[in-house]
Nanobody
Framework: QVQLVETGGGSVQAGESMTLSCLAS????????MAWFRQAPGKEREAVAQ???????NYADSVKGRFTISRDIAKNILYLQMNSLRPEDTAMYYC????????????WGQGTQVTVSS
């Protein structure tokens, strides 16, 4: 059974940084299009950052220049480095593994909560 387990969430003050990790099991993350999504209360789930099979990254406009998606191939871990956090970044963050060519999500993690206070 494929598992994506996110860790690293918590509560921080605005302006601080946080790194989320996603450990993949039963899949090799480097063979998938990997992404981070988030969902705030009352809002739809949105894509935050994506890294495709050849290493091209895409970011939501709201996080460009502040968030960085990266991976550790040896550890099979996906990261999301989040700097200059804002209260509007407060959400449940989900790791996702998608089709290597279309990036259509196939697997989801259970999510980790990020709360940013002003």
């Amino acid at each position: 059974q494929v598992q994506l387990v996110e860790t690293g969430g918590g509560s921080v003050q605005a302006g601080e940084s946080m790194t989320l990790s996603c450990l993949a099991s039963r899949i090799t993350a480097s063979n998938y299009c990997m992404a981070w999504f988030r969902q705030a209360p009352g809002k739809e789930r949105e894509a935050v950052a994506q890294r495709n099979l050849v290493g091209v990254t895409n970011y939501a406009d709201s996080v460009k220049g502040r968030f960085t998606i990266s991976r550790d191939i040896a550890k099979n871990i996906l990261y999301l480095q989040m700097n200059s956090l804002r209260p509007e970044d407060t959400a449940m963050y989900y790791c996702a593994a998608g089709d290597p060519w279309t990036c259509t999500t196939k697997y989801w993690g259970q999510g980790t909560q990020v709360t940013v206070s002003s």
